[in-house]
């Protein structure tokens, strides 16, 4: 660092300031080629009617809006960015949707640019939080208003519908022309009402009719949907539109699986007093291929999953839809986790790195959930309030071990017919080095620790003499009982002060561990993916 600044300054004349230009170039350089560039379409495509491809063509068309209309709330002037002359810079924006660094904290990368206004462009750039609180208004914690200047240079709310009129008329209008083609009558219902909550921004109706549009073969998500970007008050909701393609096959397996679980919650590796909830079989789950994504779900790190809608109130009156997403997990697979994994477990295992598990441990992830314990069999009131403060480590924690758990029951029972389980737990323990790349501070990444600790403590693995991962399959499987059998023990008697003072020893990275990280890194192994539309 400072041998690159003496070289920088010392050296006066054209020469050193190219050198010193070129490399600030290869470092953006470096940080485009971090996103792995993944090329999206579906086999599911060739199952699809003329009617279909133009309903589709339409909601991209749509979908582009909502990349534009993201832009101008997370940044403003796009061009300002397309107009850099650095090509990496260039790009890097477009990942980033602006001139800050998502997977950095926001740290920006262009010359004279700032910190990102924690506002984003939902609030005047000079607002504070102090004027923000002292602004008298009921609409301006509204998840869609952005606040404005008025003529006095006070402030104003604006409802989406007023501030992004043109573009949400635009966007209405091709959502109504395939409301007029789709032949699926939840689809059109769900796009009719969508357009109408477009104009009025309220999208109760619209989340309602979308929980009950259940057997189209095409979805679209569609709207100002999440609050992360706003970091003032985490209240207004960024654009953004994913394109999906269910995959009928792959979900009514995984109804069937769901219609399993109170027999899989019998196999529980627990004392029979842990185990007499029923769970749920009626779980909204299904698989899709996402064939498009733009705004707000396509800046920096892309997501595998979808629970949906958030309003409270369509939870309560219809619960929520998952959403699978296959080949996005294909592609993270693929692009991140297998080369990890070549690059940590001993070459004679690597057969056993299968995209396929991947799938199925994720997706029994969320099954997991809804399994095991929910109140405590000693008085101490639901698993949540007895846990407190440690509920959501172990809640993943549970999530994680159950689900590889079932995985391996449900290839014993050959109902899951693709891989063994040599594939599954191989694929676990390479994607526990992936979870923890970029630390472990969430309640996932302290989960993911003292799963990976456990394992190893308890002989799931250890090194061969080059240092890579030797798995033992007979004592991994012990190990999955053992933990899920210990997670239940400390859910179901509600155990604070053990949950809390063994989370503190085994939640953390350790030293073997931290080097693979460090080895993982200098590997160029890339930190996300991000999206060529090839359809
Ligand atoms: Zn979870």
């Given at each position: 660092?400072?041998?690159?600044?003496?070289?920088?300054?010392?050296?006066?004349?054209?020469?050193?300031?190219?050198?010193?230009?070129?490399?600030?170039?290869?470092?953006?350089?470096?940080?485009?080629?971090?996103?792995?560039?993944?090329?999206?379409?579906?086999?599911?495509?060739?199952?699809?009617?003329?009617?279909?491809?133009?309903?589709?063509?339409?909601?991209?068309?749509?979908?582009?809006?909502?990349?534009?209309?993201?832009?101008?709330?997370?940044?403003?002037?796009?061009?300002?960015?397309?107009?850099?002359?650095?090509?990496?810079?260039?790009?890097?924006?477009?990942?980033?949707?602006?001139?800050?660094?998502?997977?950095?904290?926001?740290?920006?990368?262009?010359?004279?640019?700032?910190?990102?206004?924690?506002?984003?462009?939902?609030?005047?750039?000079?607002?504070?939080?102090?004027?923000?609180?002292?602004?008298?208004?009921?609409?301006?914690?509204?998840?869609?208003?952005?606040?404005?200047?008025?003529?006095?240079?006070?402030?104003?709310?604006?409802?989406?519908?007023?501030?992004?009129?043109?573009?949400?008329?635009?966007?209405?209008?091709?959502?109504?022309?395939?409301?007029?083609?789709?032949?699926?009558?939840?689809?059109?219902?769900?796009?009719?009402?969508?357009?109408?909550?477009?104009?009025?921004?309220?999208?109760?109706?619209?989340?309602?009719?979308?929980?009950?549009?259940?057997?189209?073969?095409?979805?679209?998500?569609?709207?100002?949907?999440?609050?992360?970007?706003?970091?003032?008050?985490?209240?207004?909701?960024?654009?953004?539109?994913?394109?999906?393609?269910?995959?009928?096959?792959?979900?009514?397996?995984?109804?069937?699986?769901?219609?399993?679980?109170?027999?899989?919650?019998?196999?529980?590796?627990?004392?029979?007093?842990?185990?007499?909830?029923v769970p749920g079989t009626s779980s909204d789950l299904n698989v899709y291929d996402a064939i498009y994504y733009s705004g707000d779900c396509n800046a920096g790190s892309?997501?595998?999953?979808?629970?949906?809608?958030?309003?409270?109130?369509?939870?309560?009156?219809?619960?929520?839809?998952?959403?699978?997403?296959?080949?996005?997990?294909?592609?993270?697979?693929?692009?991140?986790?297998?080369?990890?994994?070549?690059?940590?477990?001993?070459?004679?295992?690597?057969?056993?790195?299968?995209?396929?598990?991947?799938?199925?441990?994720?997706?029994?992830?969320?099954?997991?959930?809804?399994?095991?314990?929910?109140?405590?069999?000693?008085?101490?009131?639901?698993?949540?309030?007895?846990?407190?403060?440690?509920?959501?480590?172990?809640?993943?924690?549970?999530?994680?071990?159950?689900?590889?758990?079932?995985?391996?029951?449900?290839?014993?029972?050959?109902?899951?017919?693709?891989?063994?389980?040599?594939?599954?737990?191989?694929?676990?323990?390479?994607?526990?080095?992936?979870?923890?790349?970029?630390?472990?501070?969430?309640?996932?990444?302290?989960?993911?620790?003292?799963?990976?600790?456990?394992?190893?403590?308890?002989?799931?693995?250890?090194?061969?003499?080059?240092?890579?991962?030797?798995?033992?399959?007979?004592?991994?499987?012990?190990?999955?009982?053992?933990?899920?059998?210990?997670?239940?023990?400390?859910?179901?008697?509600?155990?604070?002060?053990?949950?809390?003072?063994?989370?503190?020893?085994?939640?953390?990275?350790?030293?073997?561990?931290?080097?693979?990280?460090?080895?993982?890194?200098?590997?160029?192994?890339?930190?996300?993916?991000?999206?060529?539309?090839?359809?």
């Amino acid at each position: 660092m400072n041998k690159a600044i003496i070289l920088c300054t010392a050296a006066a004349g054209m020469a050193a300031v190219v050198a010193c230009k070129s490399n600030a170039d290869s470092n953006l350089q470096a940080k485009v080629d971090e996103y792995a560039v993944v090329e999206v379409s579906s086999p599911l495509l060739e199952t699809l009617s003329d009617k279909d491809m133009q309903v589709l063509n339409l909601f991209r068309s749509a979908g582009r809006i909502m990349d534009d209309l993201f832009w101008q709330q997370t940044f403003g002037d796009k061009s300002l960015m397309e107009g850099l002359a650095d090509p990496a810079a260039r790009d890097f924006a477009m990942i980033n949707y602006g001139p800050w660094d998502r997977l950095d904290d926001n740290a920006p990368f262009v010359d004279g640019y700032g910190p990102k206004p924690l506002g984003a462009n939902y609030y005047p750039s000079d607002i504070t939080a102090e004027e923000f609180a002292a602004f008298d208004d009921p609409d301006k914690n509204s998840l869609y208003t952005v606040l404005r200047r008025d003529g006095d240079g006070g402030l104003k709310c604006v409802w989406y519908h007023d501030e992004y009129k043109e573009e949400l008329d635009q966007v209405c209008r091709y959502l109504e022309e395939a409301a007029s083609i789709t032949e699926n009558e939840g689809l059109k219902n769900y796009l009719l009402k969508r357009v109408k909550a477009f104009r009025t921004d309220d999208y109760l109706e619209s989340d309602m009719a979308w929980m009950d549009m259940k057997d189209s073969k095409i979805d679209i998500v569609i709207g100002p949907i999440e609050n992360y970007d706003d970091k003032l008050n985490e209240s207004k909701a960024a654009y953004e539109c994913f394109i999906l393609l269910k995959d009928e096959e792959r979900s009514a397996d995984l109804a069937k699986y769901v219609s399993m679980l109170p027999e899989l919650q019998k196999m529980l590796p627990c004392e029979p007093e842990y185990k007499t909830f029923v769970p749920g079989t009626s779980s909204d789950l299904n698989v899709y291929d996402a064939i498009y994504y733009s705004g707000d779900c396509n800046a920096g790190s892309k997501t595998i999953a979808i629970n949906l809608p958030n309003d409270e109130r369509v939870h309560a009156a219809k619960g929520t839809r998952r959403l699978q997403l296959y080949n996005s997990m294909k592609a993270k697979f693929g692009k991140i986790l297998l080369p990890i994994g070549r690059l940590l477990v001993e070459p004679g295992q690597q057969k056993h790195l299968r995209d396929e598990a991947f799938f199925w441990n994720v997706t029994f992830h969320e099954v997991a959930h809804g399994l095991g314990v929910k109140e405590t069999v000693n008085g101490k009131g639901s698993v949540d309030e007895a846990l407190g403060t440690e509920r959501t480590t172990w809640e993943e924690a549970k999530a994680d071990i159950l689900g590889l758990f079932m995985v391996c029951k449900l290839i014993d029972m050959n109902e899951i017919p693709l891989i063994t389980k040599e594939d599954a737990i191989t694929t676990y323990i390479a994607g526990l080095v992936r979870s923890v790349r970029f630390g472990s501070a969430s309640s996932h990444g302290r989960a993911n620790m003292m799963c990976y600790n456990f394992m190893k403590e308890h002989g799931a693995f250890t090194r061969n003499k080059d240092g890579q991962y030797h798995i033992d399959y007979e004592k991994a499987l012990q190990a999955i009982d053992d933990w899920a059998a210990l997670i239940l023990k400390v859910q179901a008697e509600g155990d604070y002060e053990f949950a809390k003072e063994y989370a503190a020893r085994n939640a953390v990275i350790p030293e073997a561990l931290s080097a693979d990280i460090a080895n993982v890194n200098a590997h160029d192994i890339p930190r996300d993916i991000r999206f060529d539309f090839v359809w």
